[in-house]
């Protein structure tokens, strides 16, 4: 039996059919490898603040330039004073002695009353930054994620591509009718040859015709099944 020139019963047409269904199998496991990959949720989450460094709590103190400048301010009050009132130089020595300690101490208590609220508050700050870097590290993969799967995909796409293109060169020579050229009805073929079931492509016992009565079978099947259930 011969179909455009070629002798349907050698191995030659057996040899055609076994590469139509290779290449439609890979066609086949490409687009759903694509549909599987583009399944995938790759939708970013919130973008997180950058990373501007763990924060780090330091003490704004006085200068040594300032205590200097507060030091000499009170020496020349102190001598002014004296200058004016000579007779009163134990006093104002009193008083400007009692001046500069509670000036210290009203300075260290507000130096530590700003170390302690200064260390909560940068106690926070770690903490968030801790927050934001778990955020940072899981954004970072999920980007990397995403243009690994679109990688992929597209990668996947040129391959179908070029597949599909090489099978439709395959089928530039007519010899399986455009209804036929798919992966199930080629599978189907293959089995037919290979076995001796089938000898021609048409005819009351040929491929064509074997393929629409067990594609009818299967649907009247499948009809009964829900009807069934």
Not at 29 to 55: C, N, R, Y
Not at 118 to 126: E, F, I, W
Not at 140 to 145: G, H, I, L, Q
Not at 170 to 198: E, Q, T, V, W
Request: hydrophobic share 40%.
């Amino acid at each position: 039996m011969y179909a455009n020139g070629i002798d349907l019963s050698n191995s030659n047409f057996l040899r055609y059919l076994r590469m139509l269904y290779e290449m439609e199998s890979s066609v086949y496991q490409q687009e759903e490898l694509i549909k599987q990959l583009s399944s995938i949720d790759t939708t970013l989450p919130p973008a997180p603040p950058p990373d501007k460094g763990k924060p780090v709590f330091k003490l704004k103190k006085l200068s040594p330039s300032a205590l200097k400048a507060i030091g000499i301010i009170v020496l020349l009050v102190t001598v002014v004073l004296i200058i004016l009132d000579p007779s009163a130089w134990l006093a104002y020595s009193v008083f400007i002695l009692f001046f500069l300690g509670l000036t210290a101490v009203i300075y260290l208590f507000t130096l530590n009353y700003r170390s302690i609220v200064g260390k909560a508050a940068n106690k926070q700050d770690v903490a968030q930054w801790e927050i934001d870097n778990a955020r940072r590290s899981e954004y970072a993969a999920a980007v990397a994620r995403k243009n690994y799967l679109e990688k992929e995909i597209f990668a996947a796409k040129n391959k179908a591509t070029g597949s599909r293109q090489l099978l439709t060169q395959m089928y530039a020579n007519n010899m399986i009718y455009p209804k036929y050229r798919n992966h199930p009805a080629i599978s189907s073929f293959l089995d037919y040859f290979s076995s001796g079931r089938c000898s021609s492509l048409t005819g009351p016992y040929g491929a064509y015709n074997l393929y629409e009565n067990e594609a009818r079978l299967d649907g009247i099947i499948t009809r009964l099944d829900n009807i069934s259930t």
